[in-house]
């Protein structure tokens, strides 16, 4: 049974750091590849930061390039998402989703992805 589990959401001021934790079971990374997705009210939702099963390489969004970085720990089947410089248009539900995906194709579409997490609540004041 796969299971995604976020953590670390909260309320903070524009400028500071969060990180967030999603930890995962019952898939190995050397087949699915896991990222981190955000919901904003009213909007679509977006792939954040992830990782590719086949290569390892780690993808960005954009707007988070430079801020947002994205690692693993394979001891405790866990991934971070450590996000600096926070803004208020960062603002949304982050969610954790894994899945076998396609070789070569981008990891940043969450439509491709089957399993995911409850989500938690990231709320950044200006």
């Known amino acids: 049974q796969v299971q995604l589990v976020e953590s670390g959401g909260g309320l903070v001021q524009s400028g500071s750091s969060l990180t967030l934790a999603c930890r995962y079971s019952g898939v190995s990374l050397n087949y699915y590849s896991i990222g981190w997705f955000r919901q904003a009210p009213g909007k679509e939702r977006e792939g954040v930061s992830c990782?590719?099963?086949?290569?390892?390489?780690?993808m960005y969004e954009d707007s988070v390039k430079g801020r947002f970085t994205l690692s693993r720990d394979n001891a405790n089947n866990t991934i971070y998402l450590q996000m600096n410089s926070l803004k208020p248009e960062d603002t949304a539900v982050y969610s954790c989703?894994?899945?076998?995906?396609?070789?070569?194709?981008?990891?940043?579409?969450?439509?491709?992805?089957?399993?995911w997490g409850q989500g938690t609540q990231v709320t950044v004041s200006s």
């Open positions: 989703g894994t899945g076998a995906l396609e070789y070569g194709n981008s990891c940043l579409i969450g439509g491709d992805y089957d399993y």
């Open positions: 990782i590719r099963a086949w290569d390892r390489s780690t």
